[in-house]
């Protein structure tokens, strides 16, 4: 139990670290926008992460416990945010963005799941 939170600690240092840097980069390239793109960005690629990974633990087993502790629920726990999407999600219906708010929601859910399917089928074609 001890080693597996010591793989979910340091995996979700080096997650949280990809996302400041991830929010820095699209703040870069958009910075004079209020949609989130910087949430929507780290959150679909953590979709497409997954849905990678897991085809790839689930066909190899490889480094299962470990590799799932590590990557899934440290790095990819972190990396992606959910608190941080309802938090946009908040400020933009309160400053009267509702569009901006349902286009948000529903692009993060829709892509979102689809990019869990493209993971998935992209490790299918490379690893199959």
């Known amino acids: 139990m001890f080693l597996e939170l010591v793989y979910v ?3 979700g240092f080096f997650g ?4 400041a840097f991830s929010y820095k980069f699209i703040k870069i390239a958009f ?3 209020l949609f989130p793109y910087g949430t929507l960005f780290v959150n679909l690629s953590g979709c497409l992460i997954i ?4 085809y790839i633990i689930e066909k190899y087993g490889f480094l ?3 590799f799932r502790f590590f990557v ?9 945010t959910f608190s941080t999407f309802g938090y946009d999600n908040f400020k933009l219906i309160q400053n ?3 569009i901006a708010s349902f286009a948000n ?13 493209i993971g998935n089928i992209l490790a299918k074609l490379i690893f199959s």
């Open 64 to 66: 299962e416990n470990q």
């Open 105 to 117: 929601i529903s692009i993060s859910i829709v892509a979102g799941v689809g990019l869990v399917f």
């Open 72 to 80: 899934i629920t440290g790095f990819l726990g972190a990396f992606t």
């Open 51 to 54: 849905g990678f990974l897991v």
């Open 31 to 33: 910075p004079e926008t």
């Open 16 to 19: 949280a670290v990809a996302r």
């Open 96 to 98: 009267g963005n509702h």
């Open 9 to 11: 600690g340091i995996g």
